[in-house]
């Protein structure tokens, strides 16, 4: 049932009064236009502030996400974390026995064969010059060593080359 209620004609002008007829409306709506325009609200920002004091950490941040992130799937996160972890490291461990192994077996065998090679165009070098020396163009000797010319390699054949 619908339950009338009278109001009294004083209580609806009262300042005090719940109650606004239309043209008090439009007037406080003008008024609040009003102080918006000026620069003036009637809301205070200023609890802005608030937010701007409390900063989180990072590691607040992530404390957080345990609440939202299922245990699930946090749980196959963790796994493939760790698994690329220990691929990675064992990469890593990999590269660094492969390049030991390599930078010695260079030592060991290719530096030495690089100095042999240096020594053989050197010899090379000192035989074609005593070739020139010795004939003026001529022949070289046969590997019996006619005609009394020194053999390459022979002690004594070459200078400060004697075994």
Not at 79 to 89: D, E, M
């Amino acid at each position: 049932m619908v339950k009338l209620v009278e109001i009294e004609d004083d209580a609806v002008f009262d300042d005090d009064s719940q109650y606004t007829t239309d043209d008090e409306e439009h007037e406080s709506v003008a008024s609040l236009t009003d102080k918006e325009d000026d620069g003036e609200s009637d809301f205070d920002f200023e609890d802005d502030d608030e937010d701007e004091e409390f900063e989180e950490t990072f590691l607040e941040r992530v404390q957080a996400l345990k609440d939202i992130i299922p245990l699930e799937k946090r749980r196959a996160f963790s796994s493939a974390l760790s698994s690329a972890s220990y691929w990675g490291n064992f990469g890593l461990h990999l590269a660094g026995k492969l390049s030991w192994v390599f930078t010695t077996s260079a030592l060991l065998v290719v530096f030495p064969l690089a100095l042999e090679s240096d020594r053989e165009k050197m010899m090379q070098q000192w035989e074609s010059e005593q070739g020139g020396a010795m004939g003026g163009g001529q022949q070289q000797p046969m590997m019996g060593g006619g005609a009394g010319m020194p053999l390459p390699g022979v002690a004594g054949s070459a200078p400060g080359l004697a075994a």
